[in-house]
């Protein structure tokens, strides 16, 4: 106890909390690089065998860099590695200032790291995966401990007083605001409302596909490889293959690794994924219901499934913490200059506690604008763009058509993102032909949420003349988000893959 450092500082958690994210993102840049290797391979074969890829020819070269890897690991180092760093920490401290590192007590929590080890594998070993959970928690434990002070004179329970009250304040604020739409008013008002959270905001959407492929479930991916040479009857096989193109299952070459294999005959179709047996069913019965044949055969080849909860379950609550204790330490560092260590931990704590709810304030109020149909007209001229934009969420709520409104078309010129983007989804619900136009000039739009909202629109019009100039632009797009959009507008259009050459 007497070698650790004799300090009041409570710099530390910033300290032991970056050391974790530091950790997260070299596995994460390495995670997110492998992924996106044999994404690689995947997409360059499916545009080989003929089929239209997403992502196509302008990002796959990226897939084999370093920059989309790293870029795209920061949403596990800002999301899982935010997590884990928190809950390494406070074990830390719990075991220090409460327990009298007592190693009696290590017994439990080291049951609860193997047993968290073995859920994130329950399915089967990913190594990557299980490297999160093996070096990160330790590292953090190890130098939260190296560098935890020496417990003073000074009341505990202040000092904690202190730190979490503005955090369990905000939190009950914030969660007051928690509803289906909450991200979408964050993005609206916070993000898209400056020059920074635009930024911010293409970052995003720029790089966030390149983690989420590593982790999505078969159901949740756009396109799949499969392959049926072993399927004894051609026609059966010509039966299968058609539905299973359907379901943006592809069918490859026999000689590749693909998603799902499907061998047998037609009274007994055996369904594999990576050579081992995952089910099996009739033709008939995969005939009858094959959404259901295939949403049963990506649940039981879902290795990530406890990956990914604890992912997000890490994003909602590990990231604001961690904005909120590296926020507390930058400021605590400034004002111990000038104040002593209470005066600057609590003036720190009250300005990350204004921060936060500075931030939650625009939210705040672009939530609670409501717009009924008597007052449609009139909010959406009005002269404060987060009115016009509640009047066009209740157009999009209610179903009406926008074409009915008078001036809605200087909307496609506004300055505003979320105003351009909600205009998008307004023109997906009309059925007016002179605003599918409009629909057609928002993909031109410089912002790729306007330009996804308006693929969507497309997709949601059902007009399948959009489908030739949708096929074009997915070909000629440099980003793998309106390409996800467009794609997925084409499939709602009806349209779908041909067989492979």
């Given at each position: 106890?007497?070698?650790?450092?004799?300090?009041?500082?409570?710099?530390?958690?910033?300290?032991?909390?970056?050391?974790?994210?530091?950790?997260?993102?070299?596995?994460?840049?390495?995670?997110?690089?492998?992924?996106?290797?044999?994404?690689?391979?995947?997409?360059?074969?499916?545009?080989?065998a003929g089929y239209v890829a997403v992502p196509n020819e302008h990002i796959m070269p990226g897939l084999r860099e370093f920059n989309p890897a790293f870029f795209g690991g920061c949403f596990f180092t800002?999301?899982?590695?935010?997590?884990?760093?928190?809950?390494?920490?406070?074990?830390?401290?719990?075991?220090?200032?409460?327990?009298?590192?007592?190693?009696?007590?290590?017994?439990?929590?080291?049951?609860?790291?193997?047993?968290?080890?073995?859920?994130?594998?329950?399915?089967?070993?990913?190594?990557?995966?299980?490297?999160?959970?093996?070096?990160?928690?330790?590292?953090?434990?190890?130098?939260?401990?190296?560098?935890?002070?020496?417990?003073?004179?000074?009341?505990?329970?202040?000092?904690?007083?202190?730190?979490?009250?503005?955090?369990?304040?905000?939190?009950?604020?914030?969660?007051?605001?928690?509803?289906?739409s909450l991200f979408l008013n964050i993005r609206d008002f916070l993000l898209l409302s400056n020059r920074v959270g635009e930024k911010i905001n293409d970052f995003y959407y720029r790089y966030t596909l390149?983690?989420?492929?590593?982790?999505?479930?078969?159901?949740?991916?756009?396109?799949?490889?499969?392959?049926?040479?072993?399927?004894?009857?051609?026609?059966?096989?010509?039966?299968?293959?058609?539905?299973?193109?359907?379901?943006?299952?592809?069918?490859?070459?026999?000689?590749?690794?693909?998603?799902?294999?499907?061998?047998?005959?037609?009274?007994?179709?055996?369904?594999?994924?990576?050579?081992?047996?995952?089910?099996?069913?009739?033709?008939?019965?995969?005939?009858?219901?094959?959404?259901?044949?295939?949403?049963?055969?990506?649940?039981?080849?879902?290795?990530?499934?406890?990956?990914?909860?604890?992912?997000?379950?890490?994003?909602?609550?590990?990231?604001?913490?961690?904005?909120?204790?590296?926020?507390?330490?930058?400021?605590?560092?400034?004002?111990?200059?000038?104040?002593?260590?209470?005066?600057?931990?609590?003036?720190?704590?009250?300005?990350?506690?204004?921060?936060?709810?500075?931030?939650?304030?625009?939210?705040?109020?672009?939530?609670?604008?409501?717009?009924?149909?008597?007052?449609?007209?009139?909010?959406?001229?009005?002269?404060?763009?987060?009115?016009?934009?509640?009047?066009?969420?209740?157009?999009?709520?209610?179903?009406?058509?926008?074409?009915?409104?008078?001036?809605?078309?200087?909307?496609?010129?506004?300055?505003?993102?979320?105003?351009?983007?909600?205009?998008?989804?307004?023109?997906?619900?009309?059925?007016?032909?002179?605003?599918?136009?409009?629909?057609?000039?928002?993909?031109?739009?410089?912002?790729?949420?306007?330009?996804?909202?308006?693929?969507?629109?497309?997709?949601?019009?059902?007009?399948?003349?959009?489908?030739?100039?949708?096929?074009?632009?997915?070909?000629?797009?440099?980003?793998?988000?309106?390409?996800?959009?467009?794609?997925?507008?084409?499939?709602?259009?009806?349209?779908?893959?041909?067989?492979?050459?």
């Amino acid at each position: 106890m007497s070698s650790r450092p004799n300090s009041t500082s409570l710099l530390y958690p910033a300290g032991s909390v970056l050391i974790g994210l530091l950790a997260t993102q070299v596995l994460a840049s390495l995670h997110v690089y492998l992924s996106n290797a044999e994404l690689y391979r995947k997409v360059k074969l499916i545009a080989e065998a003929g089929y239209v890829a997403v992502p196509n020819e302008h990002i796959m070269p990226g897939l084999r860099e370093f920059n989309p890897a790293f870029f795209g690991g920061c949403f596990f180092t800002l999301s899982l590695g935010a997590g884990l760093s928190l809950f390494s920490l406070a074990g830390a401290w719990a075991w220090d200032r409460l327990c009298g590192r007592n190693r009696v007590v290590l017994i439990p929590v080291i049951f609860l790291w193997s047993a968290a080890i073995v859920a994130v594998n329950i399915k089967e070993f990913c190594p990557m995966v299980t490297a999160y959970f093996v070096f990160i928690p330790p590292v953090v434990f190890f130098f939260t401990l190296k560098w935890m002070p020496q417990q003073t004179g000074e009341s505990l329970w202040l000092k904690l007083c202190i730190y979490f009250l503005p955090v369990l304040a905000l939190a009950v604020m914030w969660t007051s605001q928690a509803d289906r739409s909450l991200f979408l008013n964050i993005r609206d008002f916070l993000l898209l409302s400056n020059r920074v959270g635009e930024k911010i905001n293409d970052f995003y959407y720029r790089y966030t596909l390149y983690p989420a492929q590593s982790f999505k479930s078969l159901d949740q991916k756009l396109l799949r490889t499969c392959t049926l040479s072993r399927v004894r009857d051609e026609v059966v096989a010509r039966r299968i293959e058609s539905q299973l193109l359907r379901y943006d299952y592809l069918p490859l070459r026999p000689d590749i690794p693909v998603d799902l294999e499907v061998s047998g005959s037609e009274n007994t179709l055996v369904f594999k994924h990576e050579g081992i047996t995952v089910l099996q069913t009739t033709l008939k019965d995969f005939l009858y219901n094959p959404r259901k044949v295939l949403r049963d055969f990506s649940i039981k080849t879902d290795r990530f499934a406890v990956f990914r909860q604890a992912t997000i379950f890490s994003l909602l609550i590990g990231f604001p913490l961690t904005l909120y204790i590296i926020g507390y330490a930058m400021f605590r560092f400034l004002l111990r200059c000038f104040l002593g260590s209470l005066s600057s931990s609590a003036v720190a704590a009250i300005l990350c506690f204004s921060t936060g709810l500075a931030s939650l304030v625009p939210v705040y109020c672009g939530r609670a604008e409501t717009i009924n149909s008597v007052q449609l007209p009139e909010a959406l001229s009005s002269l404060q763009w987060q009115k016009r934009v509640a009047a066009l969420r209740t157009v999009v709520r209610s179903g009406q058509d926008i074409g009915n409104f008078r001036g809605y078309r200087r909307m496609l010129v506004s300055r505003h993102v979320p105003e351009r983007y909600w205009l998008a989804k307004a023109l997906g619900v009309s059925r007016r032909p002179e605003t599918y136009q409009d629909l057609l000039a928002l993909l031109d739009d410089p912002n790729a949420n306007v330009v996804c909202m308006a693929f969507q629109g497309l997709g949601q019009r059902g007009d399948r003349r959009a489908e030739k100039d949708i096929l074009k632009r997915i070909r000629a797009s440099n980003h793998w988000y309106e390409q996800w959009y467009a794609y997925r507008a084409l499939r709602a259009l009806g349209w779908k893959q041909k067989r492979s050459k």
